[in-house]
């Protein structure tokens, strides 16, 4: 069944009209789908600049130093991020990444024609690919399905578990994390019982939350709460079911669009040294087109998916994400021998094996998502951890990240802390951390970050390596690696040389 292209422009047009809200103009590295990238390597930004203005700068921007970078090439043309709702930019900006950035989770800034466009937390830069190296998986966060307060100037409940969860992720320390769907809502539950249910419920385009608050939440956070913005790796999301609000179910072209206008990509891949990781949407694109119900990998999105495979090659670990745990196209498995099939939508951890590979088809549980409660012991606050290491992996069971993640959010207990002794915000001269490891597992290279003032002679450290150290004119910035054995306290301590460090 061909699609028809006036129709569907129309349809997109329309809802980018009714929403009311522009997309950003960097749509990749976004917030779908962000860039990591060794120092020495080229990243393609996609730029939306219908005026053609001329790129005046690219700067990368983060907590405690800028880079400044010259485009190697400025393109323009047609450059389509989405097969099936045909989006597309008119700019491409190619940017390499000089020796010497230090290693960080950076803001993109694309300066133009007077305009200063942001990309947040969209490029992450290393010193080089780490193998072995860790991923986390979360699934179904279901941001801003209860709301909190009034609709205007409420916040979802949900980000009071991803908050706390963000602390503990941020300690291991992984080099990327996988979200595989449901990261909003399709309606708004007010004024929820204790279970999470009851209360009224809204949706529709003009009942705030509207679409673009519920991905700010998720992204931004709010009321003081932290949202994905709040972890220091690049976080990849899918689409699942739940993800869009305001178009009819059955209105794909509206619902994907909405996808592209507020995430940018919504199928694409990427490579991390020799893994290779595919993501893809099984509820946005339409059943017949994009993603036929016979073998969801034999439409648009899965050419898409091929080409990206094809290209990069196989790699020597490759990882699928997709929302929906029971349409699996064995073929595409098959045939792209996927080691790891990531999944959610049932919010219970589950694991088996599918195709001829085998492939390990799993999901990790419901890390924040309200509604929970009466089940929280089998489903509420977990996610997984995966070491890849060459041609090889494995993975944890399920990990709760807090013991308790039914009791408010002052009296969360997490499975992980970090806690130091003095304030860390560069005004003394020696700093005490304290890893504290609930988890019945060895977590090797946790990270800490010390903020220290300057110092000519320089900083010692025990307990821990130091592997970066930034500095600007105002701190010293020592990153540290702890190795943090199964139950168990591990102590860093820094001070200046020449200070006693008692």
């Not at 980000?159 to 503990?168: S, T, Y």
């Not at 929820?192 to 991905?215: I, T």
């Not at 940018?264 to 020799?274: A, E, I, P, Q």
């Not at 489903?379 to 060459?390: A, E, S, Y």
Request: aromatic share 10%; hydrophobic share 35%.
């Amino acid at each position: 069944m061909k699609r028809n292209p006036i129709i569907l422009s129309v349809t997109i047009c329309l809802q980018a009209f009714c929403l009311r809200t522009e997309a950003n103009q960097i749509v990749y590295p976004w917030r779908a789908c962000p860039a990591v990238a060794p120092v020495g390597k080229s990243i393609d930004i996609l730029y939306d600049n219908p005026a053609a203005l001329p790129v005046d700068s690219v700067i990368l921007s983060g907590p405690y130093n800028r880079v400044v970078l010259s485009a190697d090439t400025v393109q323009s043309g047609r450059f389509e991020y989405d097969s099936f709702t045909q989006a597309a930019v008119g700019t491409l900006i190619r940017i390499r990444i000089p020796e010497g950035t230090p290693e960080e989770l950076y803001d993109l800034i694309v300066k133009s024609g007077g305009e200063t466009n942001v990309s947040r937390r969209s490029v992450k830069v290393l010193k080089a690919f780490r193998n072995p190296h860790r991923f986390i998986h979360i699934s179904d966060p279901h941001m801003s399905r209860q709301w909190v307060g009034t609709p205007e100037n409420g916040y979802a409940k949900e980000l009071e578990l991803l908050d706390r969860f963000i602390e503990v992720a941020n300690i291991i320390h992984p080099e990327y994390i996988i979200v595989t769907g449901d990261i909003i809502h399709d309606y708004t539950r007010f004024d929820a019982d204790s279970l999470g249910w009851g209360g009224v419920v809204r949706s529709g385009f003009n009942h705030p939350p509207l679409a673009e608050e519920k991905y700010k939440n998720f992204f931004e956070g709010a009321h003081g709460f932290s949202g994905v913005y709040g972890f220091d790796a690049p976080v990849f999301s899918i689409p699942g079911n739940h993800d869009f609000y305001g178009p009819k179910a059955d209105d794909y072209p509206a619902k994907a669009a909405q996808w592209n206008r507020l995430m940018g990509k919504r199928v694409y891949g990427f490579s991390y040294l020799d893994t290779r990781i595919v993501g893809s949407d099984d509820y946005l694109g339409d059943p017949v087109v994009d993603i036929p119900d016979h073998a969801p990998m034999s439409g648009l999105q899965g050419k898409l998916l091929d080409s990206f495979l094809n290209t990069e090659g196989p790699g020597k670990v490759r990882i699928m994400a997709q929302h929906r745990p029971d349409r699996v196209d064995t073929a595409f498995m098959n045939r792209h021998r996927i080691n790891i099939l990531l999944n959610g939508h049932s919010h219970r951890p589950h694991e088996s094996l599918v195709g001829t590979t085998p492939t390990l088809n799993i999901r990790p549980g419901a890390v924040c998502r309200s509604g929970e409660i009466a089940n929280w012991e089998k489903i509420l606050g977990f996610f997984r951890l995966f070491t890849v290491d060459g041609d090889t992996f494995h993975h944890t069971p399920p990990l709760r990240f807090c013991e308790n993640p039914t009791a408010p959010y002052d009296q969360l207990l997490l499975n992980l802390t970090l806690e130091f002794s003095e304030d860390n915000t560069g005004r003394s001269a020696v700093n005490e951390a304290v890893l504290t490891n609930r988890f019945d597992l060895d977590l090797p290279g946790c990270h800490i970050r010390f903020v220290m003032p300057k110092n000519k002679d320089g900083y010692r450290v025990s307990g821990g390596e130091v592997y970066q150290t930034i500095e600007n004119s105002r701190v010293v910035v020592l990153d540290v690696r702890a190795d943090v054995s199964a139950n168990s306290r591990k102590t860093v301590t820094v001070s200046a040389h020449g200070t006693p460090a008692g």
